[in-house]
Antibody, heavy 123, light 110 residues
C-alpha cells in the first residue's frame, strides 16, 4: 500500500522561504519509472501543478513558478522536499504531494495523493 | 486562467448520466494522455481515470473516460448523491514542459 504525507509549517511570513517535506511509504524512488509530484490548491480554487521529480532525478517545474521552486529527493529517507522562495499571501493554499507511477510525464498520472497540508502566508 | 477548459458546473438527477468536458490544444490533450480526478468535499483528489480511458482497480464502471482530438470527456452513469464532488482533468503540456489541470467542474446531483 502506497501512502504519502506532507509536512511543514502551517504559517509563513511574506518573503520567507517555504520548505515542505513529502514522506512516503510503499515504494522507493530508486525504482525505475517512479516519481513524486507536488500540486497546490488555494482555498476554493482549482488544482495547480507545481513540480515533479523522477527516480533518475529528472525534474520538471511549473513555468510560472520555476524561478521560485526547487524539488529534491532523499531516496534513503523516502522523502521529497519542495522549497518555494519569496512567499506571498497569494501562495496560501493546501499543498499536496502525490505518487507518479509511469515514468513518462507525457503519460503519467497522480495516484495516490497525500492528505495535503494547508499553508497560510501572512504577516 | 487554466490551460485546460472545463465547465464550472454540471447537474443531473440521481440515476441519470452526466458528461464533463475538458478542452485543450495540440500541445497538451492532443498529444498526451489525460487523467481525471474526483475531489469530494474536504478531501484530497482521487484518481478516477488514467491513460484517457482506463479505470484503476476499485473505480466502478459507472465512470468512463474518452478522448478525441484536443478534448477529453468524463462520463458518469447511474448518478448517486455520493458522486457530488469537484472533478478535474489533467495532462502534460509539451510546450510548457509541465503538467496542467483544468479549472474543475462541480457536479451537483439534484
Amino acid at each position: 500500500q502506497i501512502t504519502l504525507k506532507e509536512s511543514g509549517p502551517t504559517l509563513v511570513k511574506p518573503t520567507q522561504t517555504l520548505t515542505l517535506t513529502c514522506t512516503f511509504s510503499g515504494f522507493s524512488l530508486s525504482t525505475s519509472g517512479l516519481g513524486v509530484g507536488w500540486i497546490r490548491q488555494p482555498p476554493g480554487k482549482a488544482l495547480e501543478w507545481l513540480a515533479l521529480i523522477y527516480w533518475d532525478d529528472d525534474k520538471s517545474y511549473s513555468p510560472s513558478l520555476k524561478s521560485r521552486l526547487t524539488i529534491t529527493k532523499d531516496t534513503s529517507k523516502n522523502q521529497v522536499v519542495l522549497t518555494m522562495t519569496n512567499m506571498d499571501p497569494v501562495d496560501t493554499a493546501t499543498y499536496y504531494c502525490a505518487h507518479s507511477p509511469f515514468g513518462d510525464p507525457a503519460r503519467d498520472w497522480f495516484d495516490p495523493w497525500g492528505q495535503g497540508t494547508l499553508v497560510t502566508v501572512s504577516s | 486562467q487554466s490551460v485546460l477548459t472545463q465547465p464550472p458546473s454540471v447537474s443531473a438527477a440521481p440515476g441519470q448520466k452526466v458528461t464533463i468536458s475538458c478542452s485543450g490544444s495540440s500541445s497538451n490533450i492532443g498529444n498526451n494522455y489525460v487523467s481525471w480526478y474526483q475531489q469530494l468535499p474536504g478531501t484530497a483528489p482521487k484518481l478516477l481515470i488514467y491513460d484517457n480511458d482506463r479505470r484503476p482497480s476499485g473505480i466502478p464502471d459507472r465512470f468512463s473516460g474518452s478522448k478525441s482530438g484536443t478534448s477529453a470527456t468524463l462520463g458518469i452513469t447511474g448518478l448517486q448523491t455520493g458522486d457530488e464532488a469537484d472533478y478535474y482533468c489533467g495532462t502534460w503540456d509539451s510546450s510548457l514542459t509541465a503538467g496542467v489541470f483544468g479549472g474543475g467542474t462541480k457536479l451537483t446531483v439534484l
